[in-house]
């Protein structure tokens, strides 16, 4: 059996998503297909806040990054997806991207809510012909954000291809076996809270330099035995100056994290935006490590502008015994 990296990707609240609006859940699958289809297509350019102030050289190397060149398999099941990769160290920046962009597709409506009490609320207006001409239609929708948790390992891979029936007619299907599949499912489901993606030891032992830089500890449990890839840390990517690199993208997500996690106080999902929140302020602090208290400082800033405590923002999830079993 070959060797590959594989990843199994969950996508985060979809269960209760699918209860409060079905037409948002199944927008949020296709985000992300949508996400897929524009680096396949070559449509998708990275956005202007990612790439100004770069030099050319890092900005090649960013939209290479952007790209899905590594993904040899990308297989969605239900509200999830497995990738298989041969290089497992461009896998860790396109996959940190393809994470990203997914969320970027809607983000603006939770970084600027129409409503704080539900980010995922919007409200679209349309032009409909009616027999007095034309008329505006004001509608309700949701807009659920594009988040994943994760495992990703390296290990044996066999794809199959199986038959299988599609409305009625007979169709061939791509299907995964092996160890590394198996592995990848069993990391997924360790017991994490919000968008994380860990990954196994022997997945580390097989990336270069580069991308070793966004794989470190898991920052809320130091008895892990897996790693954790900060996938964050892409949006700072040809950013050496902490000030341009929190300011750009960084601060959208910021935003858009603290008014998921307010919207949900005292509830099941807070847990959730509450670890994307840290784990967005821990990717910055790996990113910049001789910056951290600009980088802690920025993240007062942002949080006190959104009226949360910001003693809240540098905790663990096992520091709020209050829920730590929800």
Request: charge should be negative; aromatic fraction near 10%.
């Amino acid at each position: 059996m070959k060797k590959m990296a594989v990843a199994y990707l969950d996508l985060l609240g979809f269960r209760d998503y699918v209860s409060i609006d079905i037409q948002g859940s199944a927008r949020l699958l296709m985000d992300y297909s949508e996400t897929l289809n524009e680096a396949f297509s070559g449509e998708f350019d990275v956005p202007p806040n990612r790439l100004s102030m770069i030099p050319d050289a890092a900005d090649a190397r960013i939209r290479e990054h952007n790209a899905l060149t590594s993904f040899r398999d990308f297989l969605p099941m239900s509200d999830g997806v497995f990738i298989t990769a041969e290089d497992p160290s461009l896998l860790v920046f396109q996959m940190s991207n393809f994470l990203i962009n997914s969320f970027v597709l809607r983000g603006h409506v939770f970084d600027m809510p129409m409503d704080r009490g539900d980010p995922t609320r919007v409200s679209i207006t349309t032009v409909v012909g009616t027999q007095d001409g034309i008329e505006e239609v004001e509608e309700e929708e949701h807009w659920f954000p594009v988040l994943f948790r994760g495992g990703v390992t390296w290990g044996e891979v066999v794809p199959l291809k199986m038959r299988s029936m599609i409305s009625g007619e007979k169709d061939l299907v791509t299907n995964l076996i092996g160890s590394g599949v198996v592995e990848a499912v069993r990391i997924e489901q360790k017991r994490t809270h919000g968008p994380r993606i860990l990954c196994s030891l022997s997945l580390v032992g097989e990336l270069d330099e580069g991308s070793q830089r966004f794989v470190g500890p898991v920052f809320d449990d130091p008895e892990a035995t897996e790693s954790e890839i900060y996938w964050p840390m892409a949006l700072f990517e040809g950013h050496e100056n902490v000030h341009v690199g929190l300011c750009n993208a960084f601060g959208s997500f910021l935003r858009s994290a603290i008014n998921l996690w307010k919207s949900q106080m005292f509830r099941a999902p807070e847990k959730h935006y509450r670890a994307f929140t840290r784990l967005l302020i821990q990717s910055a602090l790996r990113q910049y490590p001789k910056q951290e208290s600009y980088v802690r400082g920025f993240a007062k800033r942002v949080a006190n502008e959104l009226g949360l405590a910001e003693g809240l923002l540098f905790g663990t999830p096992r520091d709020d015994d209050w829920d730590w079993e929800s």
